[in-house]
């Protein structure tokens, strides 16, 4: 049996919509992702996050989850914490809408590639997550969810093909981002919450 592990990376954030608080948008797009996290089947769940924020993790949690804390906020740092898995994925932790198939495709093409890569909806810098076979590729370079893009990884690959692009989905960094949510699709609660409650002032 594969031992498959997804974890939420607890980066911070760089926007949050006018009159929210961004402690409380960062606090809520987390708590929707981990909660997302913990529908899914056949595969572990967990958070990496920098000691200084461990509070947060802390606050969104589901009892059983793992945490992991890591010197730096990075894919390279989350993946060298784990132990005991067959693959891993780290996804970003401000996309609080992300279907659970979107997920499920980026760990699918580990059965034939080693890597496999889902890039951010609208083609332009940044990841929303990172699947690999543990133990890591030493050839997968350092990689920052803001700025490293598709092209990256496959050009430190041995063959590009050894990276599998999956489907993108859109992370919530910006006012076109957040204009995408659809609100009659099920989930996102507490970023649904707080951008409809009294936080907001405007």
């Given at each position: 049996m594969?031992?498959?592990v ?27 992702v ?5 529908t ?17 993790a802390?606050a ?69 997550g ?24 496959r ?48």
């Amino acid at each position: 049996m594969v031992r498959r592990v997804v974890v939420a990376l607890l980066a911070p954030v760089t926007w949050a919509p006018p009159g929210i608080d961004p402690v409380q948008w960062r606090t809520a797009l987390a708590e929707d992702v981990v909660d997302l996290l913990a529908t899914l089947n056949e595969v572990e769940t967990a958070v990496a996050v920098t000691p200084a924020d461990r509070r947060l993790a802390d606050a969104v949690i589901w009892p059983g989850t793992a945490v992991h804390e890591v010197a730096e906020p990075t894919v390279n740092a989350a993946l060298a914490a784990l132990t005991g898995y067959d693959q891993a994925a780290v996804v970003a932790a401000d996309a609080p809408d992300l279907p659970g198939l979107t997920l499920g495709k980026l760990l699918r093409p580990l059965t034939s590639r080693p890597v496999a890569v889902a890039p951010v909806e609208g083609g332009g810098p940044g990841l929303l997550g990172v699947a690999t076979r543990l133990p890591v590729p030493g050839w997968l370079p350092e990689l920052d969810l803001d700025a490293a893009v598709p092209a990256d990884v496959r050009r430190a690959a041995p063959a590009p093909g050894d990276v599998a692009v999956t489907p993108a989905w859109r992370r919530l960094r910006g006012p076109a981002d957040l204009a995408a949510l659809n609100p009659a699709v099920e989930g996102w609660d507490a970023t649904r919450t707080l951008l409809s409650g009294p936080a907001r002032r405007g």
